[in-house]
């Protein structure tokens, strides 16, 4: 039996042996981390495409939601956008206005825009449109429509024109 005993004991030994190198092997062990990042750029776009009408626009004859351009945003941002405008001969008293080519403020007919339905505040400081938070990429567009009162006959002849910036920020 002493045989048998000293094998148990001797077994014994050698398994602690074993697991005592196991357990102090790892103790000088490093972990090695990768850190991973990335990022993804602001998508903050505003393109306004005219069409034939916005050339060929009946001032006397007038015009009601008259298709004359399309806005597209495209836009990432997390916070969502808005939008002003400005018109080259906006007046504070009259508004938005297309101007005689004569060059004298004398002779105006004045219009309003709508930009997808909402109604466009031309005083640059005011902004007319807001968007919703974004989730996901978006891309849209956005009618533009014109609406010119008719003059009935009051209205200098000449050609008229005005021009309008838009401008696009994040919330």
Do not use: C, H, W
Request: no cysteine; proline share 1%.
């Amino acid at each position: 039996m002493k045989k048998s005993f000293s094998k148990s004991v001797l077994v014994v030994l050698v398994m602690l042996v074993m697991a005592s190198g196991a357990i102090f092997a790892d103790s000088n062990a490093a972990d090695d981390v990768l850190a991973l990042s990335g990022s993804i750029d602001q998508i903050l776009e505003l393109s306004i495409a005219a069409n034939s009408n916005a050339s060929a626009i009946d001032l006397s004859g007038g015009e009601a939601d008259l298709l004359v351009a399309t806005g597209t945003v495209d836009s990432n941002t997390v916070t969502g956008f808005k939008i002003k405008a400005t018109s080259v001969n906006y007046d504070t008293t009259d508004g938005a206005r297309f101007l005689n080519d004569d060059g004298t403020a004398d002779f105006f007919v004045p219009y309003s825009l709508t930009f997808g339905g909402t109604a466009v505040v031309f005083d640059n400081t005011t902004f007319f449109f807001t968007s919703a938070a974004n989730t996901t990429f978006e891309s849209e567009a956005y009618d533009i429509l014109l609406t010119v009162t008719a003059d009935n006959g009051t209205y200098v002849a000449g050609d008229y024109d005005d021009t309008v910036t838009f401008t696009i920020e994040a919330q």
